[in-house]
């Protein structure tokens, strides 16, 4: 079994920017990875996906904020996130996309002021 544990989050101010780290235990280089989110009171959505040959796809309200790469080397995704808005906020997860999940990691807190 896979474990994943992701790292980066922050408290920022809004327009700032992070940069989030998602470590896998096993080599996940023939995997389609994403990110996902967590609000409060809301459902965990996908954000971001990137494909095992590097193909990113975004949801529609990241678009040309968020950046996601991985190195498949170091069996690690990544996101960037710049222009971050307060609706940013929120437990950042990564998993498998399109696949089984794996066993979910503990996630990294987004908390992003006005």
């Known amino acids: 079994q896979v474990l994943l544990v992701e790292s980066g989050g922050g408290a920022v101010q809004a327009g700032g920017s992070l940069r989030l780290s998602c470590a896998a235990s096993g080599t996940i280089g023939l995997n389609a990875m994403g990110w996902y989110r967590q609000a409060p009171g809301r459902e965990r959505e996908l954000v971001a996906a990137?494909?095992?040959?590097?193909?990113?796809m975004y949801i529609e309200s990241v678009k040309g904020r968020f950046t996601i790469s991985r190195d498949n080397a170091k069996n690690t995704v990544y996101l960037r996130m710049g222009s971050l808005q307060p609706e940013d906020t929120a437990i950042y997860y990564c998993?498998?996309?399109?696949?089984?999940?794996?066993?979910w990691g503990p996630g990294t807190q987004v908390t992003i002021s006005s």
């Open positions: 998993n498998n996309y399109g696949a089984y999940p794996f066993l």
């Open positions: 990137i494909s095992n040959g590097g193909s990113p």
